[in-house]
């Protein structure tokens, strides 16, 4: 019965051949941005030279050996890769080390520094209890003054001010003063200047960042009729923004685990895909044809939200499920995890110390893994889709949940069935909203209808969040630490457990007996071993009696 409801990949072994590849890759990354450039440089010299190894051993095998030819090819691919993120990492620190910014930094006094904006200002967290609305935003150096000399130079750095910052925009270039420090490790700017004054702007050009910007704040603005809860989440679960996100609704999706809803992700990339995909099927188009016109959809939807990060995370993974889809080579989706996140890693080392990017990964691998067999589990007389969506964040929670315990340390008892009863409101939130993001800026009047639509299931979202963050124990706490996430693990081994022997109650009954059956063969052997002994202990004591009881004879001589 379980295994009639198989998924089509089921039936397949796992495919492992990139895991070597994404492990060292990521290791790599993690230790080059932790250390300075020249031990990023030896971990990357070592790492040619084991791959050079690999690569000569795999040529010197026979044509019989070709499994241990592949293997050491692809090991030897590994290190090649971690060799490439390690230079990288080598390049990074050396920049940050002896780049334009060093005689500021050994100077140790305010700076009057040029930067060119390339990212859209977010609110920052204020120091100590100060009530001053601080902003931070992403630039780029174009020149500085430090005593009395000019530096010019290429640097990216982090930029937090005060009143005025809120109104930047990337493509402007502008003047300021602060002063410079030092940014956390892992982190891939090469400082942090703290602004002392308003930002001067001495030029302007064209940056599609702030064209997806106007873009966000307009669906933000053209939402607003809606009710609170639907107007401040509507635009979080199409765009990410989450400016307009009452502080209480905000509150309780963190209280129920559901704020990956307000974020760009894999799955909003996938719905986005599979809208697209299912549009072009309407059109008849062919395979690549389909392919290509839903990568368009997805460069598009990239735009509008802004080439953040997370946002060109969320799209490599979706556009490397993508290929495995059109490609026809399904049954192998770890290989393309994998794929992905060696991309994401070589293009962005500082990934790799990124808790959101730790999350994003074990989330996929989750439902890569175990969402299949989790909905195989599940009777046929349960809909697909409703299988789908039990599975599906099961398996992400099952492998998200310990690194979430580590940051928050508390227990959510309802986060699995509130993600469960809202997965089904999230398609048309995101496929509706996304149509009705770029209407709201163009044409507003036609974007009205859309919106409403959507914000009827994100206020429907908003409820369920408000609902069962109500509910008692809503938030238990949790252990810390280390202990909490072995916990954490524990407790996820046994919900497996539970669910597959609540879902297998005829299994679970045969294995029993079986179990029975085997202990019971065991007992009887055991016993019968122990007759055994006890007899022959009782014949050999019979035996020395006998003996003593006979006397000694005299020898013939």
């Known amino acids: 019965m379980a295994d009639s409801g198989r998924g089509p990949e089921s039936g397949k072994r796992t495919d492992l051949r990139l895991v070597p590849v994404a492990a060292v890759t990521w290791s790599a990354a993690l230790l080059g941005g932790f250390m300075d450039a020249a031990w990023s440089a030896a971990i990357a010299g070592a790492l040619a030279l084991i791959g050079g190894v690999f690569l000569v051993l795999g040529r010197h095998q026979r044509p019989s050996g070709a499994r241990r030819r592949t293997l050491f090819a692809t090991l030897a691919l590994a290190c090649a890769l971690g060799a490439a993120v390690a230079v990288h990492c080598a390049v990074t620190a050396g920049s940050r080390e002896n780049g334009p910014l060093a005689p500021a930094f050994a100077a140790d006094e305010g700076v009057v520094i040029h930067v060119l904006i390339t990212g859209s200002p977010t609110a920052a967290p204020s120091p100590g209890h100060s009530s001053d609305d601080r902003w931070m935003v992403e630039a780029s150096l174009i020149d500085l003054i430090s005593k009395g000399s000019v530096v010019r130079g290429s640097a990216d750095i982090v930029v937090t001010g005060g009143h005025g910052w809120e109104n930047v925009r990337p493509g402007q270039k502008v003047r300021t003063t602060g002063s410079l420090k030092q940014v956390r490790e892992g982190q891939s700017e090469a400082a942090l200047l703290s602004a002392s004054s308003d930002p001067v702007v001495t030029d302007s050009g064209f940056d599609v960042r702030q064209t997806a910007a106007d873009v966000r704040k307009g669906f933000v603005s053209a939402a607003q009729w809606l009710p609170p809860d639907a107007a401040g989440l509507l635009p979080g679960m199409v765009t ?298 009782r014949e050999g004591t019979r035996k020395d009696a006998f003996h003593q009881r006979i006397p000694t004879r005299t020898r013939f001589h």
């Open 240 to 537: 990410g923004d989450t400016s307009a996100l009452p502080e209480s609704l905000e509150t309780a999706m963190k209280t129920t685990g559901m704020t990956h809803l307000t974020a760009v992700s894999g799955a909003n990339c996938s719905l986005i895909l599979g809208g697209f995909i299912l549009l072009a099927r309407c059109f008849r188009l062919v395979r690549p044809a389909a392919g290509a016109f839903a990568a368009c959809g997805l460069l598009s939807f990239v735009m509008m939200v802004g080439p953040d990060p997370s946002v060109l995370r969320a799209a490599v993974m979706g556009a490397v499920g993508l290929a495995a889809l059109t490609g026809g080579l399904r049954g192998r989706s770890l290989s393309f995890l994998c794929l992905a996140t060696t991309i994401l890693l070589v293009l962005d080392p500082a990934m790799a110390a990124s808790v959101g990017f730790l999350l994003s990964v074990l989330a996929t691998l989750g439902i890569v893994l175990l969402a299949t067999r989790i909905a195989s589990w599940i009777p046929l007389w349960v809909p697909r889709w409703l299988a789908a969506g039990i599975a599906v964040p099961l398996s992400a929670q099952l492998l998200c949940g310990p690194v979430i315990v580590a940051l928050q340390p508390q227990f959510t008892p309802y986060a699995l069935i509130a993600n469960v009863a809202a997965g089904p409101l999230v398609a048309p939130v995101t496929i509706v909203g996304t149509l009705a993001a770029p209407l709201a800026t163009v044409l507003p009047w036609l974007a009205v209808v859309p919106i409403a639509v959507a914000g009827v299931f994100a206020g429907m979202v908003a409820g369920l969040a408000r609902f069962f963050a109500g509910l008692p124990g809503a938030a238990l706490p949790w252990a810390e630490g280390p202990i909490g996430m072995v916990a954490m693990v524990l407790s996820s081994i046994v919900t497996v457990l539970v669910v597959w022997m609540s879902l297998h109650p005829a299994d679970v009954q045969r294995h029993v007996r079986g179990l029975h059956c085997a202990v019971m063969v065991l007992l009887e052997r055991w016993s019968a071993r122990r007759v055994g002994t006890r007899a022959l202990s």
